[in-house]
């Protein structure tokens, strides 16, 4: 990490510290006992801990493949850190938030919280990857930890290069089958307004999207939800991951959750081994 990086890291970080943590009431300790956010005597920066980061844009299965991947391997290693969207909720968002001048509170809308994301990403290097190296991990924890969080080539990128400690695991789904499966599902934090705009879309796809709008294949909720993530982090995966030894990828499409699963359990157990 270059001088002016690790300067500007340490300035936010000492602003979140100082002007937004202390107006907050996170549950970190009571929800992550292991974790702090504040350097300490027993704990070492999650930036240099061995970390296996689950990488998907919304839709993909990432939060199906975490819970069979507990399945697979047990809980050692996997709930030992927050998650993106917590981070999201206590860090980034309230300190952008604080520098808007706005009342630091929740928010559900998904373009809503990308715009905020966006915005963070702009004055932190590394966007939300650089928040989870802000993370102190307790000393009496050496396993593998198993996590997801980060999104989109400026993240990926980030982490690759800054915490070699970390391996990123992204799958990949074509965006129309994404669009499908964002219009079925029913999280809670799937908020979103606006018209159906597809331009987002290179022409054959938005072609296809569109008679999959047609026929109610696909809602306008799921198409601003994407529009918006396509906006922070791009439509396609990670396309200069073979460049990086630490970087896997693992395509989603026409295989079985448990198949997904599996392969990402055999990432995980030779990270393991070779961590032991």
């Not at 699963?261 to 032991?276: P, Y």
């Amino acid at each position: 990490m270059d001088s002016e990086t690790s300067e500007l890291r340490l300035l936010d970080e000492r602003y979140f510290l100082s002007e937004v943590y202390p107006r907050l009431s996170l549950p970190l300790s009571e929800a992550y006992p292991l974790v702090g956010l504040e350097k300490a005597a027993g704990y070492h920066g999650l930036g240099s801990h061995p970390l296996l980061m689950l990488v998907a844009l919304t839709g993909t299965g990432k939060t199906t493949t975490l819970e069979r991947l507990k399945a697979i391997l047990g809980t050692a290693g996997t709930g030992v850190i927050p998650s993106r969207r917590e981070l999201a909720d206590w860090i980034a968002l309230p300190m952008m938030q604080r520098l808007n001048g706005e009342e630091t509170r929740p928010v559900d809308d998904r373009p809503r919280r990308f715009a905020y994301t966006r915005s963070f990403a702009k004055r932190v290097p590394g966007g939300m990857a650089a928040v989870f190296s802000w993370l102190y991990l307790a000393d009496s924890f050496s396993d593998l930890v198993i996590a997801e969080g980060i999104r989109g080539e400026n993240e990926i990128r980030h982490a690759l290069t800054r915490f070699p400690a970390w391996n990123i695991v992204e799958l990949t789904l074509d965006p129309l089958t994404r669009l499908r499966r964002l219009s079925e599902r029913r999280d809670r934090f799937d908020r979103a307004s606006g018209a159906a705009d597809l331009s987002f879309l290179p022409g054959e796809l938005r072609d296809a999207a569109q008679r999959m709008l047609k026929a109610g294949a696909i809602d306008a909720k799921a198409i601003a939800i994407m529009g918006a993530e396509v906006n922070n982090y791009g439509l396609l995966p990670f396309l200069a991951g073979d460049q990086y030894p630490n970087y896997h990828r693992v395509a989603v499409d026409e295989r079985s959750p448990d198949e997904v699963a599996r392969e990402v359990a055999e990432i995980v157990k030779a990270l393991a081994n070779a961590h032991s």
